[in-house]
């Protein structure tokens, strides 16, 4: 059975930081590149990273670059997102993908508020 498991969200000021922590079971992890994405309430859900299989090379929406991390370690079977600086606007439910050749998986989400 194929799970993707969130962890890590929470409530935390402006200016905070959080590490959003997703680890995968029932495939194989070190085959498919993973992403983060959120979701705000009322707003389209949107790319926050991307990281290759290998972890060699990652991608980050303009808005993150600088303030977020991602990162994994194949041998955890977990990708991790270290979000610094945090703003009100990065509020969301954050969420794990999967991508494999052929499958594509998701988890169910971790909320993130950022409130004073």
């Known amino acids: 059975q194929v799970q993707l498991v969130e962890s890590g969200g929470g409530l935390v000021q402006p200016g905070g930081s959080l590490r959003l922590s997703c680890t995968a079971s029932?495939?194989?992890?070190?085959?498919?590149?993973m992403s983060w994405y959120r979701q705000a309430p009322g707003k389209e859900r949107e790319l926050v990273a991307h990281?290759?299989?290998?972890?060699?090379?990652?991608n980050y929406a303009d808005s993150m670059k600088g303030r977020f991390t991602i990162s994994r370690d194949n041998a955890r079977n977990t990708v991790y997102l270290q979000m610094n600086s945090l703003k009100p606007e990065d509020t969301a439910m954050y969420y794990c993908?999967?991508?494999?050749?052929?499958?594509?998986?998701w988890g169910q989400g971790t909320q993130v508020t950022v409130s004073s």
């Open positions: 029932g495939f194989t992890f070190s085959s498919y590149a």
């Open positions: 990281i290759t299989s290998t972890g060699g090379s990652t």
């Open positions: 993908n999967a991508r494999g050749t052929w499958y594509a998986y």
